[in-house]
């Protein structure tokens, strides 16, 4: 429905992006841990005003930003998170800005499960289509290849919206389903009057 394969993309923008550790930052420090009991709780890496870049074939790709980074690797579960927001951009082969995620937090468990979770005023912005998807929270499976929320949701177009509890899709959001729509839904019909002629007809015979 919407976004069509641009999930997929900007998620395995951001999987590169941390995993193969392309991190600009002004301020990149490892912490002393090898003397500390409590090994789990305590981040391996920090990473504050983080600039990552993914770059094909020297065209950039991707772009993720964040205030700040903290990676555990210690523990029975590795994760990365990012505690006070988080952006990922994704652009098109010609160097275009086509898809924006924004979050409050997001985590990336990269141990057994290999899952992506963006919470808190999570929002999809296809810029190039003018398609949105929002929601409080979204879990992107990469093992089972698919995105999900159990929260509230609002998809919205120029021509469709719709909105309800929970969804569900394959990780190219191809078929994007709300698992309880509310009645309020519809393909919005398209005004053809130019805005002179919204003007005219607005206004009252004399």
């Known amino acids: 429905m919407l976004f069509r394969g641009k999930l997929r993309c900007i998620f395995r923008v951001a999987t590169a992006l941390t995993v193969a550790t392309l991190f600009f930052s002004c301020k990149n420090r490892v912490s002393t841990i090898g003397s500390l009991s409590n090994l789990d ?4 890496q920090t990473i504050e005003n983080m600039v990552g870049w993914q770059i094909e074939g020297g065209i950039v ?3 993720l930003t964040a205030p700040y980074m903290e990676k555990y690797t210690k523990g029975p579960q590795p994760y990365e998170i990012f505690p006070n927001s988080f952006r990922v951009e994704g652009y098109t082969r010609d160097g275009e800005l086509e898809t924006v995620i924004v979050a409050n937090k997001a985590m990336h468990k990269t141990g057994d499960e290999d899952i992506w979770v ?15 998807m929002e929601t409080d929270t979204l879990f992107w499976d990469q093992q089972k290849k698919m995105i999900y929320t159990h929260c509230f949701v609002k998809l919205t177009s120029p021509d ?3 909105q309800g509890f929970g969804m569900e899709s394959d990780d190219r959001a191809t078929n994007a389903k709300i698992l309880r729509p509310f009645d309020s ?11 002179e002629e919204k003007d005219v007809s607005s206004r009252p015979n004399i």
Do not use: C, M
């Open 118 to 132: 963006a919470y808190g005023n999570v929002k999809i912005v296809n810029l190039l289509k003018q398609e949105t």
């Open 41 to 44: 709780s305590i981040p391996t």
């Open 185 to 195: 839904y519809g393909y919005i019909k398209k005004d053809t009057l130019s805005n």
């Open 61 to 63: 790709r991707g772009r």
């Open 160 to 162: 469709f919206f719709a």
